[in-house]
């Protein structure tokens, strides 16, 4: 079965930098698009970025744009999302989920556990 363990979150301050890992496994990791969204207290969830199978192409949210990136090691199943320049309004659950912005917003069952992002000074 799909099983996604997502891990890095933590606290830090505005302006801070943090990487978020995603281990996959349970299907073929290296054929799928994979997505991370994020989920803040009292939020509804919102896709935060996607990258396609092979890591070619990779499509933001306007609110990371510039600030966050998306890659993947398809040889250790892992997606990560290295987040810059962080900011208040990016506190929240960050969750990894496979395919597309679309199916990952409507599959909430296939998202990981989450981790934790909290920027606060």
């Known amino acids: 079965q799909v099983q996604l363990v997502e891990s890095g979150g933590g606290l830090v301050q505005p302006g801070s930098s943090l990487r978020l890992s995603c281990a996959a496994s349970?299907?073929?990791?290296?054929?799928?698009?994979m997505s991370w969204v994020r989920q803040a207290p009292g939020k509804e969830p919102e896709w935060v970025s996607s990258?396609?199978?092979?890591?070619?192409?990779?499509y933001y949210a306007d609110s990371v744009k510039g600030r966050f990136t998306i890659f993947r090691d398809n040889a250790a199943n892992t997606l990560y999302l290295q987040m810059d320049s962080l900011k208040a309004e990016d506190t929240a659950v960050y969750y990894c989920?496979?395919?597309?912005?679309?199916?990952?917003?409507?599959?909430?069952?296939?998202w990981g556990q989450g981790t934790q992002v909290t920027v606060s000074s």
């Open positions: 989920a496979p395919g597309t912005r679309d199916y990952a917003m409507q599959r909430r069952d296939t």
């Open positions: 349970g299907f073929a990791f290296s054929t799928f698009y």
């Open positions: 990258i396609y199978s092979d890591g070619s192409n990779t």
